[in-house]
């Protein structure tokens, strides 16, 4: 049996022991089989010694349990692992960031507190997934809407403290900022609610997010200060209608009057929904699928021209490949908008935005999709994801999970997702910066980066900023995987040079993503320590989660 760093064995048992005492001994997992639960299913060091996993797992069933099993793990100096549903895949799923961890599994934890269908919140516990909150909300009736992931089964408070985000209106897709004060465990087994939910019978807990003094939800996200046991997080309006629409614009410098519009849409309201940006002519990004029933009879085939075109392109260029898109009449680059609310007000809404694309684009073309009431026929008969619909589904991660090929089968994916500026310009330099890299740097050049070539555009989830998303496949051999960690640690350098940090990280990888984040010799770093020492002065929370070690690991890092 693995057990954690630091422990001998007879305190390992006894400290299970005490646990079993508190969940029930069925909920402490210690058996291999078991475990097996808490690796990363995409991990890079898959199949070598350097790959994480936990020695135990503790399931407890109420926040009294955490309390308790907290207290023990602070007595016997066990370092706990905390996850909500052990989705995070991409970003290393469930697997601890300190080798030998035990993990505390919060699954079990999946009561939905309250829905307020005229307030548009819930308060809910950790091992709430979305689809469960939206499968309660639906049997009831309830006229109110998710923003919801990529993933269906991620949980809804997980997912906000990781910084994850939507496909829906602005001010609700980014899910963190989208919370509306917790319930948090510290490491000594205390208690402690935020906002307006510590004052007792608090009427407002999920309505006002500050209460009164510092606002500190802040170092409960992405840290390992706490265990966040319970969530208030803001929902969405039912909207009377929906309606997907697109702008096309055909020439390669419409790429800064395309970013222009796309910022001055969303960050005025006209169009609420996430836009994704793609190429019909490079057949890339979001919106090449949309292109079908405009462009083409049928799914997009591209002529062994086009294709040629297409390879012969630099950062997305070629006077050819523009010469033969006017002449075929397929657009260089689409935007993809969504609008939600009444019917009325859609129609205005899509009226103004192809005024003022068309001032910012010559010769810029549309398309719209008819209004839909019916969220569900819209998500059925639109070449849309259903996320955009608040309905959750696990299509869009479809794209990164296990397929097989040849000659290595892939097993798993990374995310490599460092935030750009919000321009053409700092889309064109990414793109530039990435390309030469694979080009230049040895460790770049036999890994096959998903979404780079032949342009690679970004997600535009966050306002304000353009989140630049790239892939890296795992695979069954060792060496390819060895060199897609290689890879990745080089990017992140380059990236960094450019002031372009990571929004969000694998474990592998978090202590050098946040150690890019230097100003005044990594003070940032510096004050995230002072604040563990200070709260966790054992130590025992997520050690190593996002770069912060407790203090007795730390010089080892």
């Not at 709430?128 to 309830?142: A, M, P, T």
């Not at 397929?330 to 993809?336: A, C, K, M």
Request: hydrophobic share 40%; proline share 7%; charged share 20%.
């Amino acid at each position: 049996m693995k057990i954690p760093s630091n422990v001998s064995p007879s305190v390992f048992a006894a400290a299970l022991r005490e646990f079993a005492g508190v969940v029930g001994k069925d909920w402490v997992l210690t058996y291999d089989e078991d475990l097996k639960t808490y690796r990363d299913a995409y991990s890079p060091l898959r199949e070598t010694p350097k790959d994480r996993g936990a020695s135990a797992a503790v399931a407890p069933a109420s926040v009294e349990e955490v309390q308790a099993v907290v207290r023990i793990a602070n007595r016997h100096r066990i370092p706990l692992y905390t996850i909500s549903t052990g989705k995070n895949l991409g970003y290393g799923g469930s697997a601890p960031n300190h080798d030998g961890s035990v993990v505390l599994d919060l699954k079990r934890m999946n009561r939905i507190i309250e829905v307020n269908e005229s307030n548009h919140y819930a308060i809910v516990e950790p091992g709430v997934s979305y689809f469960d909150l939206y499968r309660y909300i639906q049997e009831r009736g309830l006229k109110v809407w998710l923003d919801v992931t990529d993933t269906g089964w991620g949980s809804v408070l997980g997912n906000a403290i990781d910084h994850g985000v939507g496909h829906t209106v602005s001010r609700f897709r980014n899910h963190f900022d989208s919370h509306c004060g917790m319930e948090v465990v510290l490491a000594n087994g205390e208690l402690v609610r935020t906002g307006m939910g510590a004052m007792p019978n608090s009427k407002t807990w999920g309505q006002f997010k500050m209460g009164m003094g510092p606002m500190l939800d802040g170092i409960f996200s992405q840290s390992n200060f706490g265990i966040v046991t319970k969530m208030g997080i803001w929902l969405m309006p039912q909207p009377e209608a929906f309606m997907h629409a697109t702008v096309y614009a055909p020439r390669y410098d419409d790429l800064h009057g395309l970013v222009e519009t796309l910022k001055y849409v969303e960050n005025s309201g006209l169009a609420q929904g996430a836009p994704e940006m793609g190429s019909p002519l490079l057949a890339t990004g979001g919106s090449t699928m949309q292109l079908v029933d405009v462009f083409y009879d049928g799914p997009p085939k591209l002529s062994k021209r086009h294709m040629e075109l297409i390879a012969g392109t630099k950062i997305g260029y070629s006077p050819e490949i523009q010469s033969y898109g006017l002449d075929n009449g397929i657009p260089y680059w689409s935007l993809n908008l969504t609008f939600y609310g009444p019917k009325k007000v859609i129609a205005a809404q899509w009226e103004a935005v192809q005024e003022i694309a068309s001032r910012a684009m010559k010769g810029a073309k549309f398309h719209s999709d008819p209004i839909y009431t019916d969220a569900q026929k819209a998500a059925a008969e639109l070449k849309i994801y259903p996320q955009n619909v608040g309905v959750p589904n696990l299509d869009f991660f479809a794209m990164g999970t296990r397929a097989g090929g040849n000659p290595h089968p892939m097993r798993g994916h990374m995310w490599f997702s460092p935030i750009i500026p919000q321009s053409a310009d700092g889309i064109l330099e990414a793109n530039r910066v990435f390309d030469e890299a694979t080009r230049t740097v040895a460790a770049l050049k036999n890994i096959p980066i998903w979404n780079l070539k032949p342009f690679s555009l970004p997600a535009p989830f966050f306002e304000r900023s353009f989140l630049f998303v790239l892939g890296f496949p795992i695979a069954d051999d060792p060496a390819m995987n060895k060199a897609a960690v290689e890879a990745y640690r080089a990017l992140l350098d380059i990236g960094g040079k450019h002031g372009w940090g990571e929004y969000r990280a694998h474990p592998e990888f978090q202590d050098q993503a946040m150690g890019l984040y230097s100003y005044n010799n990594n003070s940032l770093l510096r004050l995230n320590e002072t604040i563990k020492d200070a709260i966790d002065p054992n130590g025992i929370l997520s050690p190593g989660r996002y770069g912060i070690w407790p203090k007795h690991l730390r010089k080892k890092k």
